[in-house]
Every structure is written in structure tokens, then in C-alpha cells.
């Protein structure tokens, strides 16, 4: 006699076979954070098909399916459907020629996976909703606008998230990263950092070239301050601590010969926990300051922080149980280990006060990872997330994307008696 565990039951209970199509056409229309309209219309016509009571304009264009299959726990699963102004460079068959309307059209790529995303949490819906006899409980499926510019979740919870869906008991979630297709990988604790990217402005008083000393000269002061900060992560932070201070642009000036008002300086922070985070921006803020005294600015800097991500925070209890649940089901489930990418995901539980876990999806030829990786080229060799090149090969990849959704949810929803 053989028995079949109802994740099994419920894996091979639907026809996924328009997954890698809806994949391509997704791939080959992305849009930008805040412009997802027709990846959401596709979306909601899905789940509408299956029965989920869907709702869509949250947050802009956030759309929910809430799936009642009697009691139980409710789980929450989140896709994130936004793309990156990239020009896409992949050469496939199927790459994106988008470009946005308007005067200066930029280019638009799914560069960082988030079609493989919706992709994959459609095809567990689906399976999910074709597969109601055997598990017990609620079945929401999120899909968030902008998750790239950091408000896209929050944007979905000051809209009223929580008076819209039921409160999940854990909220669920995946990334599809540099990692060989077909293998997942989970951790406890946080994998992925918080970020916070901050514009300062520095006040100089400009004038002739010729003539510094009648100015303030806001290009030396921005250079000092672009020096000192290495002194952040270098002097102040434990050794242990990993943190990340990255000034990404310095701009001031137009001319040789004309010292300019102002400089601004734009940087990125990431950190692994609040205590840290608190004093790495504290020490920006001292420095930028005191280098503004030192050098007789006459007005304070101005400091204007965006794009602030949440750390990703995994809960130890939810990762084990979901990691257990994969491993029945997968051959290959690695250790996600911390990643220095960010993501707002976090919100959604946090809203909700519900425990959560972020996973890892590989997305890359496997053989072409192990050959990478004998020859210890894999960062050299293997495009990642935001590259004009990242291109994840669809299968295993949405596959194994669709199981794992279906698998980590199962291991909550289930009957009664098996609870
Ligand atoms: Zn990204
Ligand atoms: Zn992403």
C-alpha cells in the first residue's frame, strides 16, 4: 500500500503546464514599482478563475485572493510584480524591448526575478485552490506592487490590508537568486539586511575658482565627508558585525574654475539588526555635521533618508517547520546563509504581528553553476539579480518555485486531524 501526503495530492492535481508561457509574456512586458497595471489585471483574472474572492487597487496596484477552505490556520503567500528601469541584455528569445513612454524613455527589465515570482505563487494558487480536499484552512495569495523603491508593501497595509484580508498566522515568501535551479535554501534569523539611502545636501557659498578663500568650498567638505565615513564601518562598528556604507554619488559643480553653493551626496546603508542600524545612521549624521563646522559651512547640511527596507527577519520555529516540509519534497535544500540584498517583505507580517520566513530559489543552469563554481568563478561568471544579463532559466526554476510555495503553506494547512 502506498500513501500520499496531501502536499503530494495537492502537487500533482492541476494542469501547470501555461506556467513557462505566463512566465515569457510576463518577462517580456515588465513595468516599473507603482505601474504593475497589467501584470495585476492578469493576476486577478487567474485567481478569479479558481475561486479566490480577489480584490484588487491595494496600495496602488496590489492585488489579494483570499481562498476559505474551512478551519484552520490562515497562511499568507507573497509575490512582489515589479521591474527595473534596465536596458535587458540577455539575448533571449523572449527578453524585454519595453521602453516607458515620454520624453527621456527609460528602459524596463525584470531584472531581479519578480516574474518568477508571480509566476510561481499563480501556479500554487492554483494548485492550492484545484486541490481543496486535502487541506483545511485559508489560503491568502498577495501580490505587492513595488517592492524595488521600498514602499510597496507598506503602500498595500496603509490602504487598509488589515480590514481586507484575514490575519495571516505566518506570512511566506521567496527570491529567486544566484543559486543552482531547482535547489531552495531557508534560514533562521536575518537573511536579508535593512537598507536606508539618504540624499545630503551640503551648503557651501560659491565664488570665483581663483578665490577659495572668499568661499565655502562645498566639493572639499563633500570629499572629507566621503573619507571619514569609511571610518564608520572600519573604527566604530564591532568587527564581527557585518554593515555595508556605500556612496553611490557625489555630484557638485559645473565648471573648472567656479567653486559651486552646494554638493549632495547620496549613500546606502546596510545593517543586520536596529541597535546597529540606529548607530551607523547616528554616526553619519555626526559626521556630516562636524566636517560641516570644521570646514565653516554656513548653513547645517540637510538630510533627506529614502528607500528604507526593513531587515528581513526569519522566525526560528516557522523556518524549521517550512524547512522540514521542503526537504520531504526536495532534494536539494541548502542553508540561505545572510545575504546583503534588501526587501520590504517584512512589513506585511509586521503588520500583522505574524511570524514569517524568507526563502531562496535558484534560478541558474546548474551545470553551468557547477562549472562556475569549480573554477571559483561564480560572482565573476553568474549574472545576479539587477544585472542587465539575469536571466533564470524557467525550469526547473518555476517549478520548483510553484512546489515550494505549495509545500511550505501545506505545512500549515492541514486537516484537522493531522494538525
Ligand atoms: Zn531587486
Ligand atoms: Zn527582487
Redesign the pocket.
Known sequence: MTTTSPAQAVLSGGDTGWLEDFYQDLHRHPELSHQEHRTASKVAERLGEWDFEVRTGVGGTGVVGVLRNGPGPTVLLRADMDA?PVREATGLRYASTVTTDGDSPTPVMH????DVHVTCLLGAAQLLAAGTGHWSGTAIALFQPA??TADGARGMVEDGLRSIIPAPDVALAQHVLPLPAGRVATGSGPVLAAADSMRITVHGSGGHGSMPHTTVDPVVVAAMIVVRLQTVVAREVPPGEPVVLTVGSVQAGTKSNVIPDTAVIELNVRTYGEQVRTQVLDAIDRIVRAECVASRCPKEPEFEVFGSFPVTENDHEVTERVTGALQEHFDDVGEMGRWT?SEDFGDLPAAFDAPSTYWALGGVDPEGYERAARQGRVAQDIPA??SAKFAPVPQPTLDAGTRGLVVAALAYLKPEADR
Open positions: 527595473l531584472a531581479c526575478g519578480h517592492e524595488e540584498a539579480n539587477h
